[in-house]
């Protein structure tokens, strides 16, 4: 095809369908600089042409963009910086299969951004002057290396130099470089997701921040690779940047065809439909109904609202597991990342802060800068946080956990760079106990290593107890071996090619261990939830929980007696009661729903927010670990002790003087003796030797 054609077919493109799209960047010009293609178009119009464009892009751009300024347009203006951007390539190509191939053609890639430099001016064309004959010349700037005139253009003079850059008679655009990283979605087992080094020039620079998943168009460039010994035979891979889509997917990236839809809104009319997702989750393991129904309302969500303030409500709800070893936690972790759309999974252990939250790199994109990298809670935004061993993680990682939860951002201020980030995440954390295993009558801030504060933070706790009980034992064992005996038949079936094992046999066991619901089914219909549903609550529901609240707060009246339930609780409870809306798909929160979340809540409070002595209900024991009847035996500890230590020289207090008063005021030896170790530890007593003890 002769080149004169590609000029004026794609005057004639432009024209025909995007006149309109002309008119506005001609009045937009400068601030807008591109108009944008869709190639399906592109393809309709003339499919040769689509097809050159993606095999030559370097010969066929440059013709788009010319007839795009030669085209007659109503106002006086020349378009002389304006581009053309071409989105939806059909040619997508992952990362790690990008090959010589793909060499200089139009290519697409998808992914998430890793890091980000900052937009800096880049040179294209440098304007010399000649310092003997002060003759201008011009030199392009195409390669990655600046060049400099050779000698002088001047017939006369012809000398070669010195030369002097003139800075405003050359032409600058605005660059930065991106490194993109594949998805961790699509990633087998055990690979390391692989990157590409992305320019990005004039109007898509700066547009784009770590963290934020995209389509890259573009034509791949090689660049040689230079060595202290000379140049390589080895080249890198560079992407020009030509068009960026947002593939802003979180729950929306999911298509939902109109039969998916069909077969969405039969589900919500199932009246079994919170059994049939309980049972969509983690099959493989046995009971703990109560939690799956959680877990099944942390997926859904309750609706992010933004307050005419400014201040934003968070709809995500946390959950923490805390449980004896060997009782499924981490599996159940796993099982939740893996159904929910944008998971991500970190072990506390193995988690710095910074790979939690982001981290400040020096950056070998740039000049060595700093920048950001974002971390698994920034990764997992508008998705799932799964946390396994949570009450391992450092001092500075709990905390920077604070501000995720409540706030759902993350400030950062490292190297110079403030910045903050969006973690709209649900977190699922899972811990042990201090002790291996959990004591009832232990508060339970004793018995996991983390701050009171965060544990606050979490909507529901569940205490997973591992306590042998005959029926309960046998239905669990009976589900360990049938699923094994399932997953033996399969893997004998397929393996063995002298099976006797059928089909059938191989479908029949499996029924014990499939969910109800299956996987891309699931993440459909809860992608759906969050996109369709926005559930308003009714009177009833409103009383029901305003009345349970009142109730419970109402226990913590008298002078003497602890707070049961502070508003954070409250707030719980409204986020878990759209949530159960949303899993009907109703628009409409009901007081059904809210009976659903009274009871679940109440199920925690009962593991968790009860003083281990008195039995009544007491928020401290989360909030500050210490429980009101705690709080007031210390007291009167600290009293006893004074009273005997005044009665000996040097204020030391004989320890057995002071158990036989405390004896003589009701308190048990033993409850004192965890008091004096409790007030030792932070630092109210001191004990000069075994026998005495003195106050600070």
Partial sequence: MSEIKWDEKFRDFLKRYYWDDILLLANEYPEMRSIVVDFPDLEQFDSDLAHELLEHPDDVIPYAEQALREIDIPIEKDLDDAHVQFINIPNRIGIRDLRSKHLLKFISIEGMIRKATEVRPKVTNAAFMCMRCENTSYEPQDGPKFVEPNECENESCGKKGPFKLLIDQSTFVDAQKLQVQESP???????????????????LAGIVKPGDRLVINGILRSHQRTLREGKSTFYDLVLHANSLEYVDQEFDELDITPEDEETILDMSKDPNIYNNIIGSIAPSIYGYEDIKEA??????????????????????????????????????????VKISPRGVFASGKSASSSGLTAAAVKDDLGDGRWTLEAGALVMADMGLASVDEMDKMSKEDKSALHEAMEQQTISVAKAGILATLKSRCALLGAANPKYGRFDKYEGLAEQINMPPALISRFDLIFILLDVPDRTKDSNIANHILKSHYAGELSEQRQKLPTSTVSEEDVESHMEVILPTIDNDLMRKYVAYARRKVFPIMEDEA??????????????????????????????????????????????????????????????????VGVDPDTGALDVDVIASGTSKSQRDKIHLVKDIIARVSERHAGSKAPLEEVYAEAESENIERDRVEELITKMKRQGDLLSPDNKHIKIV
């Fill in 185 to 203: 979605e699509n990633l087998k087992g055990g690979s390391q997701p692989q990157s590409l080094d992305v320019d990005a020039e004039d109007d």
């Fill in 295 to 336: 877990l099944s309302l942390q997926l859904f969500s309750a609706v992010p609202k933004m307050l005419p303030d400014g201040s934003r409500v968070r709809g995500d709800i946390h959950i923490l597991l805390v449980g004896d070893p060997g009782i499924a936690k981490s599996q159940l972790l796993r099982y939740m």
């Fill in 542 to 607: 409103r009383e029901h929980i305003i009345n349970y609240y009142l109730d419970l707060r109402r226990q913590g009246e008298g002078k003497d007696a602890p707070v049961p339930v502070t508003a954070r609780q409250l707030e719980a409870l409204v986020r878990l009661a759209e949530a159960s809306a949303r899993i009907r798909l109703s628009n409409v929160v009901t007081l059904d729903d809210a009976k659903r979340t009274t009871r679940i809540s109440m199920a925690c409070m009962r593991q």
